[in-house]
């Protein structure tokens, strides 16, 4: 009797130890794992759909399964069973459990809503898995392609009680007066978008490089933007009071949107920075229509507000690279001595500035839908 206990103890434990190297071994393989948003961008307020796969592939059980993900706080999502998420400052963590037959596909929708503007990429997801006791475990990442881009609600500001609103009116009537073929006020070089009838070939010639005809206008249809990031003038790297910053954001993409529609053409630049694994230029060179739309919203939905340079310095390198006059709007907590004074250069230079002070935030008006 014993030895029979003993034979069945000896056979348990090594049906254990076998399974449980089986499952290790086999248990990820042929497990797939994907979760993609039904859309790539949406406005803040927005309910979006992720769509999350799990599929087992093969003839072997997965006895339980545990995916860890994490996202970054902004995206709410609804409450849903085997769904544990733990919500920090910056990330919120999730956690799910699952079982899989062979050959078995789970498909989950989660509903959620954009709370906030950002860029929301899908990052990485861990998987752990092991054999049926518990025993062995795998852990699996897998990094993940795609997100969701949240743009900025913009502000709907036809109908602000702001005195942007009134500049913006004059803007719309000036936007009429066209460049005058007579009025020339001598070459520059060459730039994409140039037509070849104004090319100057004996400058050309000359310099060797293509030039071409500077035409004067009595007024333009563009307009540059700035935003200052700056909650207050000695701030060191990072905004610590938002809200005004935040205002100017959805006020930025409130004017763009509106001003774009009447066929204007707008540009903007800010001295933020697009995230900290981002090199790209905070800057949106002046142009017209949709795609102009989509890429200053992009601009704004990814902008952290984390300084980049002062907004006086910024300004300086700024006025170095434009030549032609501009049409500028400036969205600024504050305006110091040393800011009028450089505003006074861009106006030297023929520049128009106006300032739209970011400090006292109104009542939100309503708002432009998506």
């Known amino acids: ?139 699996q990442s897998k990094t993940l392609s795609g997100g969701i881009i949240v743009y900025p609600m913009p502000m709907d500001v036809s109908d602000m009680a702001l005195p942007v609103q009134t500049w913006m009116g004059e803007m719309l009537v000036r936007r009429w007066i066209l460049e005058d073929p007579f009025l020339i006020s001598g070459v520059r070089e060459y730039r994409d978008g140039d037509p070849l009838k104004d090319i100057q070939w004996k400058a050309t010639a000359r310099t060797g490089t293509l030039q071409v005809h500077r035409r004067d206008t009595t007024a333009d249809s563009r307009l540059l933007i700035y935003l200052n990031i700056e909650d207050h003038e000695q701030m060191w790297s990072k905004a610590t009071r938002p809200e005004p910053i935040e205002y100017g954001i959805r006020l930025a993409a409130g004017i763009t949107a509106h001003l774009l529609s009447q066929g204007m053409e707008i540009g903007m630049g800010t001295n933020g920075t697009l995230g900290e694994d981002s090199t790209d230029e905070a800057f949106v060179p002046v142009a017209g229509g949709m795609t102009q739309q989509h890429l200053i919203f992009e601009m704004l939905a990814r902008l952290e507000l984390i300084r980049k340079a002062s907004f006086h310095d910024y300004l300086a390198h700024e006025l170095s690279r434009h030549e032609e006059a501009r049409d500028i709007l400036i969205l600024s907590t504050y305006v110091s001595p040393r800011l009028e004074e450089m505003f006074q250069r861009f106006r030297d230079n023929g520049h128009t500035i106006q300032v739209f002070p970011l400090g006292d935030v109104p009542t939100p008006a309503k708002e432009v839908s998506a």
């Open 1 to 139: 009797m014993a030895m029979g206990a003993y034979w069945i103890l000896l056979i348990a434990a090594v049906v254990v130890v076998v399974q449980g190297k089986l499952f290790k071994r086999m248990a990820l393989k042929r497990l797939n794992y994907s979760r993609s948003f039904k859309v790539s961008t949406c406005y803040e307020g927005d309910s979006v759909e992720l769509i999350e796969i799990i599929e087992n592939r093969k003839a072997l059980p997965v006895p339980w399964l545990r995916v860890e993900s994490q996202f970054r706080s902004g995206l709410a999502f609804d409450n849903q069973l085997n769904l544990d998420i733990s919500e920090g400052q910056f990330n919120q963590n999730h956690k799910s459990f699952f079982s899989l037959l062979p050959w078995t596909k789970i498909l989950r929708r989660h509903r959620i809503i954009a709370k906030r503007r950002g860029l929301y990429k899908l990052g990485t997801v861990s998987m752990t898995t092991g054999d049926l006791v518990g025993m062995e475990s795998i852990v």
